[in-house]
């Protein structure tokens, strides 16, 4: 280095594609004697900045290199307080990294802004707290010219960051000032005491319930408490320390007409339930926006533990239906969660064969677990189980049609599940050739979606017609070899359309069964 610089041809200040020259580098990786020799140059310049605004000083201090710093402060022509492109300054840097040393030593300077906000906002004070750096936030807040309570772009304070991210010394520190806020809203109307309880931070919590200036009962923008916030999230320290209170409204809906106990009931949080039902003022059989109930809720995200809490009580509606006329055992049953849909079917008061407003029981809800997906082509596997219990009762309908005229088989087909197929057609009363309201029979949506499995299954039956048509007058073989079809939708092989053409031309007997099946 030393004998290069010795050189009268070399250009100490020549910077890279990055804008980036020796300086620099020397003081990002601080090597104090290179940037020493570097700056006894007078053709170097000790604050060029690279193609992102960071300067020598700006690396050293985000490197933590503290005797670095202080070469480059001493030094004429260096500003103290640049901003790179993101408008961090080595301050705000030094104080997001927790560097005591560096923070002291620009601090020492009259020309730092010490409150200089970024962008979004942020000031030096918010970096610390949000990183719960305890001196940081001391050696900041022991001057005169830092906001304490400055807002960011999202209206929240360094207090309310310190609460959210657990830092409960931090948290102390800024509630030992009169100048701080414990109770003031962001700008979607929440408060600190909302994101603690939501984060199931219990001491911040307490730290902050503690005092007398918060109102535990805030709603935000979207009508959640700080206790539908610890429900949500399963908090069940945070929301016993806000049952304690009387001040809480413990049943109060949010925008949604959801309360914290269908919010606990929904994610599963067994001890949270309890808690709330335990306290006088809960609504068990509340419904949202959508008539939907805790019950409901559970049953859909398969919470067992929680369903048989709520079927314990005399005051639960089991049989409930939401706005699309779902009951708890349709949601069971769609998502598949046998030990919810077994509790059920237990009671006497479940309609097992209730149907929704598209005219669907549970059962075509277990075959085809996600109706609302088949039309993309996207199928889950069945739900065996779930159908097989359902259909162990006497008063479930088999053959039951939805608005559309379609069965529990017709699903089953179009979905390739051969399992529940077999099933199905076990059933004595079962229509294997049934036809909606566009005549489409469950053979034909298997030849359609390519299910060759299904096709054999169906082409066994002797009460199954193969050559069908739907109201277009267009037969299983004749979408099989429809030409606009999609080709990864449609391609059954040779020999599946082979057992189709020799269906059409023969006649129906098991010899020629026993050859078609043993083709496919």
Known sequence: MKILLERGDVNPDTSDESGRTPLSYAAEFGHEDMVKMLLERADNNPDSSDEYGRTPLWYAARSRYEGVVKILLERGGVNPDPSDEYGWTPLSYAAR??????????????????????????????????????????ILLARGDVNPDSWDKYGRTPLSYAAESRYEGVVKILLERGDVN?????????????????????NVVKILLERGDINPDSSDEDGRTPLSYAAKSGCEGGVRILLERGDADLDLSDAYGRTPLSYAAGYGYEGVVQVLL???GVNPNSSDNDRRTPLSYAARSGRQDVVKILLKRGDVNPDSSDKDGKTPLSYAAKYGHVGAVEMLLERGDVNP??????????R?????????????????????????????????????????????????????????????????????????????TPLLYAVTFGHKGVVKILLERADVNPDSSDKYDRTPLSYHLSPEKKKEQLELNAMETEVLSERR??????????QIANMI
């Open 353 to 362: 064969d209730s149907s929704d407003k598209d005219g669907r029981t549970p």
């Open 182 to 202: 414990p109770d003031s809203l962001d700008k979607y109307g929440r408060i600190l005491l909302s994101y603690a309880a939501g984060d199931g931070h219990e």
């Open 505 to 514: 031309m023969k006649q129906k007997g098991k010899e020629l069964r026993d």
């Open 97 to 138: 990294s927790g560097n005591q040393g560096v923070i002291m030593i620009l601090l020492e300077r009259g020309d730092i802004n010490p409150d200089l906000s970024d962008p979004f906002s942020w000031t030096p004070l918010l970096c610390a707290a949000r990183s719960g750096y305890e001196g940081v936030v001391k």
């Open 278 to 280: 335990e306290r006088g």
């Open 364 to 440: 075509p809800y277990a075959v085809d677990s996600r109706p609302e997906i088949w039309r993309d082509r996207t199928f889950l596997s069945g739900n065996d189980d779930v159908v097989k219990m359902l259909l162990a009762r006497g008063d479930v309908n088999t053959n039951s049609e939805d608005a559309n005229g379609r069965t529990p088989l017709s699903y089953a087909a179009a979905s390739g599940h051969e399992g529940l197929v077999n099933i199905l057609l076990g059933r004595r009363n079962v229509n294997p050739d049934s036809s909606n309201k566009d005549s489409w």
